[in-house]
Nanobody
Framework: QVQLVESGGGSVQAGGSLRLSCAAS????????VGWFRQAPGKERDMVAV????????LYADSVKGRFTISRDNAKNTVYLQMNSLRPEDTATYSC???????????????????WGQGTQVTVLS
């Protein structure tokens, strides 16, 4: 069973950048598609970006296209989310999630993911 731990959250001024990391242990990380999801208070959890097992397929929410970049280093068992040009509406708890049930295109729906980290808070100040 893979365990996921996020890091890199914090507070930043609008227009700034943060890089989130999702470190995996206890499983064959390269067998997992991984996604970043976020949830703001009182709102549903939304997909931010997802990446396939080998990193060749990337999908983004429209709201973050051109600003956020998802990547992975399977040798380091880590997935990253580089967030640039941050906006106050990006404020949320960001969680990474993994699934080994899907090969090919990584799923957009959080319901497809079986393993979750504890989340890291991102606050963007206006």
């Amino acid at each position: 069973q893979v365990q996921l731990v996020e890091s890199g959250g914090g507070s930043v001024q609008a227009g700034g950048s943060l890089r989130l990391s999702c470190a995996a242990s206890g499983g064959t990380f390269s067998m997992y598609a991984v996604g970043w999801f976020r949830q703001a208070p009182g709102k549903e959890r939304d997909m931010v970006a997802v990446i396939s097992r080998g990193g060749g397929m990337l999908l983004y929410a429209d709201s973050v296209k051109g600003r956020f970049t998802i990547s992975r280093d399977n040798a380091k068992n880590t997935v990253y989310l580089q967030m640039n040009s941050l906006r106050p509406e990006d404020t949320a708890t960001y969680s990474c999630a993994g699934t080994s049930r899907v090969n090919g295109s990584p799923p957009r729906s959080s319901k497809e993911y079986t393993h979750w980290g504890q989340g890291t808070q991102v606050t963007v100040l206006s």
